[in-house]
């Protein structure tokens, strides 16, 4: 019996989905009719198109913070065992990468900073265009640096981030490991010419705002936006094995000391314009102008390590704007030189 009536079941199901099509499409109609009766109208053909066209011309707006043609690449790391101290470059770009399993709280090779890695500075391996990468290192060492009124070469700077964003001790010059950063770098700009700052090395520089950076509007940035990987507490994310850290910390015992460079709101701001949250780049950046300033307000608000900076800037006519302990060469406060507004200062500076 159930053979016999299946046919007719399924007549009966395919009507029944045919009425209510038709039903549905009748008041669709029904419903246009009343919409043009009242006034209404449909967009002509050329309406349709411009919409579409429009779409289009918007999805291929360039949002870069600054044209991609010309930016530094590094150079391509398959050719690196040409190099006669290929070895070398290896092992500084191993170190540059991994600083703390070798030269960490537990390095293989000495215990002498705070567990961060170069790279968490200096974006893959110190090639990130603004990342702040090492393009012009090689071009523009040795130099004078208004920081300590010296000429430094590649070795000095280097081990002002270990004393400084590493929060650690000196390397020693004839090291193995400062021989291999030195020539890890030299062969990222060996095809600089001497004296030049390609495009996109270091950090963007972020335009000033009107105003003062803002800690607490900074404080919901972060909790939106870096949180996620750098934790509440700021204590960043370690690998389970305690060599290092998956995300770094931003502040507290094992972040970089207010010695550093990061510790200036320009360059924080400018850092994570272009790189953060993950996933951003000067391409595709990811927070406004605004959101950068203000969480680099936030996050060197909160507590870290410090440094004896009385040798820094001899000269304190030299010193950033943005540049936050005194003495100063003008009348603006501490604070003002921390947050801003940055624009009066220059505006003061300028007309001396």
């Known amino acids: ?63 870069g913070v600054v044209p991609k043609e010309g930016m530094w690449i590094a150079p391509d790391w398959s050719t690196v ?27 293989s090779v000495r215990k002498i900073s705070n567990g961060m890695n170069c790279q968490n500075c200096h974006l893959n391996a110190g090639t990130a265009p603004l990342g702040n990468n090492y393009a012009a290192v090689a071009s523009t060492y040795p130099k004078i640096r208004g920081r300590s009124g010296q000429m430094e070469d590649i070795p000095k700077r280097i081990n002002d981030c270990f004393e400084r964003s590493l929060n650690g001790k000196a390397l020693d010059r004839n090291s193995p490991e400062m021989i291999a950063m030195v020539a890890y770098m030299e062969w990222l700009g060996k095809d600089v010419p001497k004296g030049e700052t390609p495009k996109g090395s270091g950090i963007y520089e972020v335009p000033f705002l009107d105003r003062a950076a803002d800690p607490i509007k900074g404080k919901s940035v972060y909790a939106q936006q870096c949180q996620s990987c750098h934790m509440e507490d700021g204590n960043g ?81 030299k010193k950033p704007v943005d540049h936050p302990f005194g003495p100063f060469s003008d009348e603006f406060s501490e604070e003002q030189h921390k947050f801003g507004p940055f624009k009066p200062i220059i505006a003061a500076r300028d007309m001396k």
């Open 237 to 317: 994310m370690m690998k389970p094995d305690k060599t290092g850290y998956i995300y770094p910390p931003l502040w507290g015992d094992n972040s970089y000391n207010h010695g550093a460079g990061l510790f200036r709101m320009s360059r924080f701001a400018g850092y994570v314009k272009t790189n953060m949250p993950l996933g951003a780049t000067f391409e595709r950046p990811m927070l406004t102008d605004e959101e950068s300033w203000d969480v680099a307000a936030y996050v060197n608000t909160m507590p870290r390590p410090t440094k004896d900076l009385r040798r820094d800037w001899p000269d304190i006519s």
């Open 1 to 63: 019996m159930k053979n016999i009536f299946e046919p007719l079941f399924k007549m009966m199901s395919l009507m029944v989905g045919l009425l209510a099509s038709i039903t549905l499409l009748t008041v669709f109609l029904l419903g246009l009719v009343v919409f043009l009766l009242n006034g209404g109208s449909l967009p002509s053909i050329n309406q349709t198109s411009d919409l579409v066209v429009a779409v289009v011309e918007t999805q291929s707006v360039y949002r």
């Open 81 to 107: 065992d040409q190099e006669p101290n290929a070895a070398d470059i290896k092992y500084g770009r191993e170190l540059i990468a991994n600083t703390s399993a070798y030269l960490g709280p537990n390095g």
